[in-house]
């Protein structure tokens, strides 16, 4: 059941981003041309940014051949995706940074054509600062668009990365530098410790789990207590504080895909997530066939309707706890 929140400021907020994104694809269009993708606002940041997100990371890692890799980060440029999403610790050995060098190749060209996001994982300013630089060595890069604290775990690590020796105080650094220009944070889990994260920085963009099966928090079993899931908790902050929004995890890892009892199919999730008030939906791709797939979802995009949402949030029932057990395990900030 939606709240009073989700029912007055979400159909509110997805209204404007489909009338927005609905004008984009009329422009110049033709009969026999495709609509062209949409693009939404990121926050109060003033960028514009393509409805679905380029993820580059454990999928994207597992293509072998360095020319696959390239065609595919092309065709999704050409398709009209210009958000691009890499980590440091996106690879798939040790100090390679993988994803990043592959980016650092793909957008060294057309810097202006690509919105480039990274991220670290140190919680020490000085830490922080090395990965950066590291990162724009990889990426090829002169700035970057935006760099993220990456996959805030719980409000320990919170109060970790905070005070003057801090990841926060780093991240303040490189956009006072204008090393960066805007900077954000990441989260799976703790969809309260992200709120808190929002109410005490002035974080531009904010990178959230969101998806059909996450109803509650997975860590909740493990403290006996209710922790709200990101759209009850983190979203209303990042919206009322005007902030850029992405989701991740819209397909649940491919655990929420399929037949059978639990699963759904990808055009569905996709469509549930872009239902949200976010800019944009962040999509691991490894295949030229799935990048296509999901740009056709989004350019034929068609809001869900709140009986919509809930009648998907029923069939993926199943599925919650194999979903929360790998939340659970799951370490985003470990390489690949």
Known sequence: MESRWSRRDFLKSTAAFVIFGAAQGALGSGQSQPPSLPVRPLGKTGELVSIIGFGAGSRFCSIQDENEAQALLERALELGINYFDTSASYTRRGGERLSEKRLGQFSRHRRKQVFLATKFDPRDRDGALRSVEKSLNFLQAGYLDLVQIHALRDHDDLIQMGGPHGAVAAVRELK?????????????????????????????????????AQAANPVAARRMEPIPAFEESALPVALQKRMGIASMKVMGQGLLVGDGAGRARSSELLRFNLSQPVAS???????????????????????MSGNEKEKLREEVTPSRTTWYRFLRSHDDSLPV
């Open 281 to 303: 939906v962040v999509i691991g791709m490894e295949q030229k066939a799935r990048l296509e797939e999901n740009v056709y979802v989004a350019r034929t995009f068609v809001p």
């Open 176 to 212: 006072d530098q204008k090393v960066v220009r805007f900077i954000g944070i990441t989260g799976h889990n703790d969809g309260s410790a992200m709120a808190e994260a929002l109410r005490r920085y002035e974080f531009d963009v904010v990178l959230m789990s969101l998806n059909a």
